[in-house]
């Protein structure tokens, strides 16, 4: 049943790759993105752009090389203009020429300085990035790359978490333990969170304030190579919280502590002020109400988020939009998301099915 699954799923998306493929010959999305989408702003988002292959393959961590493809699309086909001037101009006026589109980089990892920097410079393009502030200038990094290298470099054979037991004996399963472990421990408050982690890495056989390798993909930036992206003119820097905590999960005062010390530490590296806010994991259920009155009284502009869509005039500016770029996203794919085609299909999908959800009820 699982192997029938899994051949499901593949078709799927062999279909889906072609359906992609065959719009982008037509280029129906550029068309509509300078028509319908003419007003729109879109934001897209990446973590780490890496060398080489990781042991552990992680959505967040896109090839160097497709990263610089990417770019040379943008380039072509879109206006791309930082987050923060975007917000100040009346994009509502602009009729022609190319859509706007802004790049931002979540965490903060040393590897946006090596490998995707020089890229920006390279094409002249401006970005964001927003700091996971605890890690800055320090040998540790956030809590699923501190899992990932402890499971890509274990010599356990397997380990038992409360009432599970992971075998590790083959590259697959050590993917599969680490992908599960990360989604279940995503759920906690990051108190726990971090403790288990620990945990976890304890018993994979390694120090957890060990720190990584100075190679490692996983390190964070330091304030030396902040400051001279921040003096190129083309990186502006934001605040992602100070421990990479989901603030829903936070009481009103942690999250205080969390907003605060990250703002406050990110004005103190860049030497400029912090207006800019990305909201750890992003998702809907992932801040509140109460977040937005913290962020807002503590002078921040715009909250960005991971939920898809178009961003207009009238956008809330808490509640900003994002296409979140993941390492295994074809051209094809990426073309279909950064001119809003997937949203739309989507969109048109979700829509169908409320419809035929209340034409239900109505029978009954």
Known sequence: MENTDKRTTLLSREAKERIYQGIAITRLPQFLNRTLFRKAHTV??????????????????????????????????????????????????????????????????????????????????????????????????????????????????????????????????????????????????????????????????????????????????????????????LIDFGAHTHTHSILSLLTEEAQEREIRSSIDRVCEVTGRPCTLFSYPNGEAGDFGENTRDLLIRNNIECSVTMMRGPNYPDTDRFCYRRYGIESAMSDHRFMMNVHHMVWVKRSISRTNRQCLRQGSEQIH
């Open 44 to 233: 897209i988002t990446y973590h780490g752009v890496r060398n080489t292959d990781l042991a552990i393959p992680d959505d967040c961590f896109i090839a160097r090389s497709r990263f610089i493809s990417q770019m040379l699309y943008i380039k072509r086909h879109f206006t791309v203009v930082p987050l923060s001037q975007a917000l100040a101009m009346a994009v509502s006026r602009r009729r022609t020429g190319p859509p706007f589109l802004s790049i931002t980089f979540d965490d903060g990892f040393q590897n946006v300085y090596d490998n995707a920097f020089p890229v920006l410079k390279d094409l002249g393009l401006p970005a964001t990035v927003f700091l996971v502030t605890s890690l800055t200038d320090t040998d540790g990094t956030i809590w699923y790359c501190a899992l990932n290298h402890a499971f890509a470099e274990t010599k356990q054979r397997s380990i038992a978490w409360r009432d599970r037991r992971f075998d590790l004996t083959n590259p697959e399963n050590r993917v599969r333990a680490c992908r599960t472990l990360q989604e279940m421990l995503k759920e906690m408050p990051h108190d726990a969170l971090v403790l288990e982690a620990e945990g976890i890495i304890s018993s994979l056989g390694f120090d957890p304030g060990g720190g990584l390798p100075e190679n490692s993909p996983f390190r964070i930036l330091n304030s030396r190579d902040i400051q001279e992206m921040r003096k190129s003119g």
